[in-house]
């Protein structure tokens, strides 16, 4: 199911969120304000995936369930609320608004931003927020934090955001975010409630801590076989670019560092995805003509997987 955000918004709204920055209960605006974007909206088994990513253009992903925004684009109004950007990259079309989330949530008198960021980005990141800071007269409160691949941060108490390599541009990574959980040991599920209780008062080790991949992001890329990574081929939700798709432009593919719509499918043939949602789609090609040459390539039960982010007609 895909739609697109056309209702008025107001935008002090925003910032009435204030301390509790995803809370729904805002106070009304006298001056009607239209949302800075136009965002497509996904609902995948009632988790909202909402964002906007034309090669080239901009590229910005949000799932606010779970409090994360994929690359930041323009920093449309709708993802400021969101308290972390997990950053893949530092080229323009995915970055260009980070010092305006980190500026607009400071007006709104929201906590600072966290950015989880490759690491070699980190100096040039510090310039930029000093030098708008100069610029605005005003510090930029940030929580900026520099990662590479195998890093792990926590999201939430049960969510952590792990990091893995792309081949982009150097240092680029991508995200995906796994639910942690525990899962008694199979010798310990017959026992009562209080004999449980009294192994754990004896330091036993009663459960398997389990990982349930949620959502994975691959920013830009060229094509990686990411099934090694196995919370990557069974993650419930991948968000993947496949950016060209006529045989003339697979040296552009190449020479960019993207896919092209062969090695997306090479890919697809690998992972274990229930949901597959593209990104970052040329405006070379029509969209009428990516869907058909994603059916005729796809196998049935894969392309049925395949959600085209910027699909209108969906």
């Known amino acids: 199911m895909i739609f697109y955000y056309n209702r008025v918004m107001f935008r002090q709204q925003l910032c009435f969120a204030g301390g509790n920055e995803l809370t729904k209960t805002t106070r009304p605006s006298t001056i009607p304000a239209m949302p800075s974007h136009n965002l497509a909206k996904i609902l995948i088994d009632e988790m909202e995936i909402t964002g906007y990513s034309v090669a080239g253009e901009e590229t910005v992903v949000a799932v606010p369930q779970l409090d994360v925004c994929f690359d930041i684009g323009k920093a449309p109004d709708q993802v400021i609320p969101i308290n972390h950007v997990l950053l893949t990259h530092g080229h323009m079309d995915h ?21 989880l960021a490759p690491e070699n980005l980190l100096p040039a990141m510090r310039d930029i927020f000093d030098a708008w800071g100069r610029l605005d ?92 990574l196995d919370y ?31 090695e997306f499918v090479q890919l697809m043939s690998k992972l274990n995805n229930q949901h597959i949602v593209v990104t970052h789609t040329t405006l070379r090609t029509p969209m009428g003509q990516i869907k ?10 894969k392309f049925d997987k395949v959600i085209l982010l910027m699909d209108k007609n969906r």
């Open 95 to 115: 970055a260009a608004g980070i010092a305006y989330y980190l500026s607009h949530r400071n007006f709104c008198g929201m906590s600072a931003g966290t950015i």
């Open 137 to 228: 007269g005003n510090s930029l409160p940030v929580n900026l934090v520099g990662v590479k691949p195998g890093d792990e941060f926590q999201i939430k108490p049960n969510l952590i955001a792990r990091v893995f390599p792309t081949r982009h541009s150097r240092g680029s990574v991508g995200f995906t975010v796994i639910e942690k959980r525990k899962k008694l040991k199979p010798e310990f599920a017959g026992l009562t409630g209080p004999q449980i209780v009294e192994l754990k008062k004896q330091g036993i080790e009663i459960d398997n801590p389990i990982e349930l991949p949620i959502v994975t992001y691959l920013g830009d890329t060229q094509y990686v076989d990411f099934s090694q």
């Open 232 to 262: 990557i081929a069974q993650s419930k939700i991948l968000i993947a670019e496949c950016t060209f798709y006529v045989d003339e432009h697979a040296e552009r593919a190449h020479a960019g560092r993207h896919m092209h719509i062969d």
């Open 292 to 301: 058909k040459m994603l059916r005729d390539q796809l196998p049935p039960d």
